[in-house]
């Protein structure tokens, strides 16, 4: 167990509307990465958050958007989804500015599907 | 777009045997790391090994690093049935404000 919990597991949405996933951080960790794993490939990082700032993002648009809390708990909105968007949504945290090791523990993923 | 190339893509040994993976990545590098997903879901980190580090041991795993070559190699030695997982190798590149980097996985069956 990483300690790192997301919600919902699953989540049925169709074209066109808006999805919320949430991300509780592993205890005493400042940063939290976002990741869209489609089927039979590697993570491809989102955005990260690091003390309710972003922190670096990937080449996703504007529609993929977040939100670190104070408690730096975290949220990933989707809007206006697209087919493409199915997917495994992965959360990661990790203790910011320590000496460069970047090691993330991720939880078990939210798993969306686009109809 | 991924950083690179796990090889193979799958991999099918059975029980004791070992198992070798491999990584290509493309940009310069804070540290590598080798991470393991059981079906589809979260990932769990094994080791890393930093860009001045050419090989390291944790358990029966071993990790080499060719930062000339830009690759890294995972060995699995005397696989388990446990150890059936995609691995997949995640890259820290300089100047990318601590994003990791994944490479395409590769699926492992072990066997009895």
């Known amino acids: 167990e990483t300690g790192v919990t997301q919600s919902p597991t699953h989540l049925i949405k169709t074209r066109g509307q808006q999805v919320t996933l949430r991300c509780s951080s592993q205890?005493?960790?400042?940063?939290v990465s976002w990741y869209q794993q489609a089927l039979g490939q590697g993570p491809q990082f989102i955005f990260q958050?690091?003390?309710?700032?972003?922190?670096g993002r990937g080449n996703f648009p504007p529609r993929f958007s977040g939100l670190q809390f104070p408690n730096y708990s975290s949220e990933l909105n989707v809007n206006a989804l697209e087919l493409d968007d199915s997917a495994l949504y992965l959360c990661?945290?990790?203790?910011?500015?320590?000496?460069?090791?970047?090691?993330?523990?991720f939880g078990a993923g939210t798993r969306l599907s686009v109809l | 777009s991924q950083q690179g190339e796990e090889d193979p893509q799958a991999l099918s040994i059975q029980e004791g045997e070992n198992a070798t993976m491999n990584c290509s990545y493309k940009?310069?590098?804070?540290?590598l790391q080798w991470y393991r997903q059981n079906s589809g879901r979260g990932l769990v980190h094994l080791i890393l090994?930093?860009?001045?580090?050419r090989e390291k041991h944790s358990g029966r795993l071993r990790v080499t690093l060719d930062t000339s070559k830009k690759s890294s190699s995972l060995l699995i030695t005397a696989s388990r049935a446990a150890d059936t997982a995609s691995y997949f190798c995640?890259?820290?590149?300089?100047?990318?404000?601590?994003?990791?980097?994944f490479g395409t996985g590769t699926r492992l069956q072990v066997t009895l």
């Open positions: 995640a890259t820290d590149a300089r100047g990318t404000a601590s994003k990791l980097t």
């Open positions: 205890s005493g960790h400042n940063t």
């Open positions: 958050y690091y003390r309710e700032e972003e922190n």
């Open positions: 990661a945290s990790s203790l910011g500015g320590s000496g460069g090791k970047n090691i993330q523990y």
């Open positions: 940009t310069s590098i804070n540290n």
């Open positions: 090994i930093r860009s001045n580090e």
